[in-house]
């Protein structure tokens, strides 16, 4: 399994119109192959912040999403929206032996 933290920040007059091409994004990525997870959290203590959290199946499906043709309005608008670069972090179960 992949996983994917993605947070975002945005211009805070921004907000509604992130949420709404978000709503867009997710619908479409949840029924990409290989989608276990895909969705939007925002922060309690700053509402310009979210957190998207993803979980796919492979490294190749992941990479999949990125090119799919949904992506490109939803890039532009994240372009239009961000007030700092979206930081990405791409992770995987540890491998640690509970006893």
Same mark, same amino acid.
């Given at each position: 399994?992949?996983?994917?933290?993605?947070?975002?920040?945005?211009? &805070?007059?921004?907000?509604?119109?992130?949420? /709404?091409?978000?709503? !867009?994004?997710?619908?479409i990525?949840?029924?990409?192959?290989?989608?276990?997870?895909? *969705?939007?959290?925002?922060?309690?203590? *700053? &509402? /310009?912040?979210?957190?998207?959290?993803?979980?796919?199946? !492979?490294?190749? *499906?992941?990479? /999949?999403?990125?090119?799919?043709?949904h992506?490109? &309005?939803?890039?532009?608008?994240?372009?239009?929206?961000?007030? /700092?670069? !979206?930081?990405?972090?791409?992770?995987?179960?540890?491998?640690?032996?509970?006893?």
């Amino acid at each position: 399994m992949i996983y994917v933290v993605a947070t975002l920040t945005v211009k &805070p007059e921004t907000r509604a119109e992130l949420i /709404a091409a978000a709503k !867009t994004c997710i619908g479409i990525t949840r029924k990409e192959k290989g989608c276990v997870l895909y *969705d939007l959290h925002e922060s309690t203590t *700053d &509402p /310009a912040r979210f957190v998207f959290v993803e979980q796919w199946e !492979t490294m190749e *499906d992941l990479m /999949a999403h990125g090119g799919n043709e949904h992506m490109k &309005p939803w890039r532009k608008v994240v372009k239009e929206c961000m007030s /700092a670069p !979206t930081k990405i972090e791409i992770i995987t179960p540890a491998k640690v032996e509970v006893r």
